[in-house]
């Protein structure tokens, strides 16, 4: 898929996270706008995970730690033929298992996460794994990065370098908000690089809500033989949204109707400049 093709598709995910979230009356809508281009790359480019292979042990994994973002994920998982539109027009209704976090009763979700600072050490586990059956296969994971707070993050990395885990990607979404305000304001978390590269993690930076730089990047791993691989993906929470960048409160919030038929129109504008290009 080439890069306009990814970036058109950015932008119909977005509209459907929207959709969704605004049908389902809850959501965490700006997390997922901020992941949704990594997400995008990943299944559409690098993860080769699919419907027919899925069930196998004998693939590349995916574990989604920034659990809360699941909408982005559903929504992605929905394009790649694991369930109906209806199923995920399901979003947390009445006995659906689609609900706000990802979880295996879904088809297409490695693992059940949303409780922050789990996912990674799952990862890591998996990645272990692989290392002893000789397998040629690499574990993916995407952390917010309020998520950072959590210090079993820093656990697994720790387990994660000692293993020499170079089948392993940690992706960052780093969006610089949490759920009550900014990161460094919260809880600082700066200077990241120097604290991965100190870690022993082979650690690059990328314009993560760029399709372009995302696929670069991800198509150069394993950065370092016997390094884990740390990528800080610069994301704008709430991306594509005039109304919704940058501003905490999109967290969790509904859009009403109003502010949806608003962000459906933008998007489309987006979409005609794209194909206009
Ligand atoms: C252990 C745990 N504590 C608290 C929460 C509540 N919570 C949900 S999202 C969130 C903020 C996460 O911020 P970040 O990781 O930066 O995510 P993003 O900005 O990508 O939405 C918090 C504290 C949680 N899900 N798990
Ligand atoms: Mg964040």
């Known amino acids: 898929m080439n890069t306009k093709d990814l970036e058109l598709k950015s932008i119909d995910y977005r509209k459907t996270i929207l959709e969704i979230i605004f049908n389902s009356g809850a959501g965490h809508t700006a997390g997922s706008l901020s992941c949704i281009d990594i997400l995008n790359v990943l299944y559409n480019k690098i993860l080769d ?18 659990g809360h973002s699941v909408e982005a994920l559903y929504t992605v ?25 990802p979880t295996k009763k879904v088809p297409g979700i490695e693992h059940n996460t949303g409780a922050l600072g789990h996912g990674l050490s799952v990862a890591v586990g998996m990645a272990i794994g692989f290392k002893l059956d ?12 309020g998520e950072l707070s959590e210090g079993s993050i820093w656990e697994a990395l ?7 885990l170079d089948n392993l990607v940690v992706i960052i979404d ?18 990241l690089n120097d604290k ?35 990528i800080i993906a610069n994301t704008v929470k709430g991306k594509g949204i ?26 489309d504008n987006l979409k005609l400049n794209i194909k206009n290009d």
């Open 174 to 191: 780093r969006n610089r908000l949490q759920i009550t305000g900014e990161t460094e304001d919260v809880n600082p978390i700066e200077p």
């Open 77 to 101: 998982l929905c394009d790649k033929d694991f369930f109906s539109k209806k199923d995920l027009l399901s979003l947390n209704k009445f006995k659906s298992h689609f609900i706000g976090h």
């Open 134 to 145: 000789k397998k040629n296969h690499t574990v993916f994971t995407l952390l917010g990065d």
């Open 196 to 230: 991965f590269n100190a870690f022993g993690l082979s650690t690059k930076e990328v314009e993560g809500n760029s399709v372009h730089e995302l696929s670069k990047v991800l198509s150069s791993i394993p950065f370092e033989k016997n390094k884990v691989n740390l």
């Open 158 to 164: 720790l387990s994660a370098n000692k293993y020499s």
């Open 49 to 66: 995970i699919n419907p027919r292979n899925f069930n196998s042990y004998d693939r590349n994994h995916y574990i989604q730690s920034k």
């Open 242 to 267: 005039s109304f919704m960048e940058n501003e905490i409160v999109w967290h969790h919030k509904v859009p009403s109707k109003e502010e949806y038929n608003l962000a459906q129109k933008e998007l």
